[in-house]
């Protein structure tokens, strides 16, 4: 493949689908391909074809196997596209693809399949080319927006910059340039801003790049630069706000900036994925600079938690010995932030059914055990609850009345059912006494005819 075709290839990649056959010529900006249908009469769309493409009869698409037109390029439909993979291979082995000379288009599309596929060093190369090529329009930008002050800059629409999709950068520019000459400042500032969107990008992906390869400093600089030109830029602000954070962490005025941009994305993109972090971070951050930096803000934290164990320990002290002792919120994140493998609810169904074995020898305290490592990772499970209940009552514990209340107006059948349970291990004793508990504490029970008929047996 020669290098000119790979890189219109590249170029393409980046661009919208097309439907134009593998070979087929470049339709240059301001013309479309006719649609299906389209003949050449005057009822024919606005939209021509480039100069000398063949005519294209009125009717149907052309079906399969239909002669091309005298003098179009042969079309093969067996070849399929290269691949990301094959095209660098292709890109790698051209000879002078860096120094040659590119196109904005054909720089950044380069810039963005590198950066696409990992390889940041052979991205920013060209993501660099394709900067300096917008070098000029935002310096225009820039100068206008000085000019107007604080004018608001219209809209590109506003401005009537005639500006098409797929518009070349330099083609924009020189739109931008001429309104500047003629003393338009305005309309200068809106056609140059349109111009930069994609340049914009380009930055953005640099900055992305950078942090990639560990230059972080740089990769600040590269957000800076977006935000010098649109402030609201959603990626940009929230880019350069997290590494802000992450960098100027004793630097309280840059916490404040960062804190700034968080808040400005916020404001101009509440419907953003990147917001409720942004809200979140933004609080973050008012609280490291009140303790006076990270340092001391994550000193306060060691030392709030270090309170709330002293506290939560003697309380712990105070209580009764059969009184469940309190969670800390350490205890709390540990079981929370726990993941549910199979593996894990394998073994908290086995603590059950141990559970179920131990009070059906009588043995309580083991049971009560097994049970307690099950309910904070299950609180729901009515089979536990129910296990855990009987326990604390076979241990004559004065809380064991609380939590079997509990048990009862959670889950009062998975009680009858621990019943059947004992029963099917051996402890009928067991189970006739809890039957007989249940039918006393809940006169109103949904099933008492199958109880009674359980406990006349």
């Known amino acids: 493949m020669s290098l000119s075709l790979v890189l219109a290839t590249t170029a393409l990649l980046a661009a919208e689908p097309t439907s134009l056959p ?37 009717g149907s698409p052309v079906a399969p196997g239909t002669p091309l037109p005298s003098g179009h390029p042969t079309v093969d439909t067996n070849k399929l596209p290269p691949s990301a993979e094959e095209l660098m291979k292709q890109l790698d082995s051209s000879e002078g693809l860096r120094e040659r000379e590119k196109t904005f288009e054909i720089a950044s599309s380069l810039g963005r399949l590198y950066y696409m596929n990992g390889r940041n060093a052979d991205a920013l190369s060209f993501l660099g080319q394709a900067q300096a ?26 401005a009537n910059c005639g500006f098409t999709p797929g518009q070349p950068l330099d083609a924009m520019e020189a739109v931008a340039q001429a309104r500047a000459k003629s003393g338009d400042t305005a309309g200068a500032a809106a056609c140059a801003l349109a111009a930069l969107v994609p340049a914009l990008d380009v930055d953005v992906l640099r900055g992305n790049a950078l942090y990639l390869g560990g230059d972080s400093v740089s990769a600040l600089k590269a957000y800076a630069r977006v935000l010098e030109v649109e402030p609201r830029h959603e990626e940009a602000l929230y880019a350069h706000s997290s590494l802000l954070f992450e960098m100027k962490g004793e630097d309280l005025q840059a916490l404040k900036t960062a804190r700034e941009g968080f808040d400005a994305l916020v404001t101009s993109h509440p419907g953003s994925q990147r917001a409720a972090m942004a809200r979140e971070l933004s609080v973050r951050i008012e609280e490291t600079v009140k303790a006076g930096g990270r340092k001391k803000w994550l000193a306060s934290r060691a030392e709030d938690r270090k309170v709330r164990l002293s506290q939560s320990t003697a309380q712990a002290a105070a209580m009764p010995p059969d009184a469940p002792r309190p969670l800390t919120p350490e205890m709390v994140d540990a079981v929370k932030n726990t993941e549910r493998t199979p593996e894990l609810e394998a073994g908290l169904s086995k ?28 609180p729901e499970n009515g089979r536990a609850k129910a296990g855990m209940a009987w326990a604390l009552v076979g241990l004559g514990r004065p809380m064991g009345a609380r939590v079997w209340s509990v048990a009862l107006q959670s889950d009062a059948g998975a009680v009858e059912k621990l019943g059947d349970t004992l029963l099917a291990k051996g402890d009928a004793k067991g189970a006739k006494a809890l039957w007989e508990k249940l039918a006393q504490d809940v006169p109103n029970y949904p099933n008492k005819a199958a109880l009674q008929a359980k406990l006349s047996q």
């Open 133 to 158: 090529k917008a070098d000029g329009v935002r310096s225009l930008f820039l100068a206008s927006k000085k000019k107007l002050g604080k004018a608001a800059v219209p809209t590109a629409e506003a």
């Open 22 to 58: 593998p070979g087929h010529p470049t339709i240059p900006p301001g013309t479309q391909a006719s649609p299906a249908g389209m003949g050449s009469g005057p009822n024919t769309p606005t939209g021509a074809l480039p100069p000398g493409h063949p005519t294209m009869p009125a």
């Open 351 to 378: 603590l059950v059914e141990e559970g179920e074995e131990h009070l059906a020898r009588g043995r309580f305290q083991e049971a009560l055990a097994n049970y307690t490592r099950v309910v904070p990772f299950q």
